[in-house]
């Protein structure tokens, strides 16, 4: 199992970049996938989740500018993130959970290596 995150960059405050999650070793479609973002200095927090019903979740300081995608003939994970803010500087990461996302005992068993996005003001 390996998931690669691509696409991280410096964009400034409104912009918009997209990343990336290539996976391998498993089909993510059957599988719930999420990510989460971890800032300079902070914890890693949630951002959102797409299960394998297609259904999306995100987090509130997201909703709105931030769309979780997947594309089942490429096996990858997508994060559409517009409306950029400094806010949302940290690297980011896509993991595969155990059970469905709404599972309360689902838990994370695979992580990428991280991408990072810095948003100047």
């Known amino acids: 199992v390996q998931l690669v995150e691509s696409g991280g960059g410096s964009v400034q405050t409104g912009g918009s970049l997209t990343l990336s999650c290539a996976a391998s070793?498993?089909?993510?479609?059957?599988?719930?996938m999420g990510w989460f973002r971890q800032a300079p200095g902070g914890e890693r927090e949630g951002v959102g989740n797409i299960d394998s019903d297609g259904t999306t979740t995100y987090t509130d300081s997201v909703k709105g500018r931030f769309t979780i995608s997947r594309d089942n003939a490429q096996n990858t994970l997508y994060l559409q993130m517009n409306n950029l803010e400094p806010e949302d500087t940290a690297t980011y990461y896509c993991?595969?959970?155990?059970?469905?996302?709404?599972?309360?005992?689902?838990?994370?068993?695979?992580w990428g290596q991280g991408t990072l996005v810095t948003v100047s003001s």
């Open positions: 070793g498993f089909t993510i479609s059957a599988a719930c």
């Open positions: 993991a595969r959970f155990t059970d469905r996302c709404a599972d309360p005992r689902s838990g994370m068993d695979a």
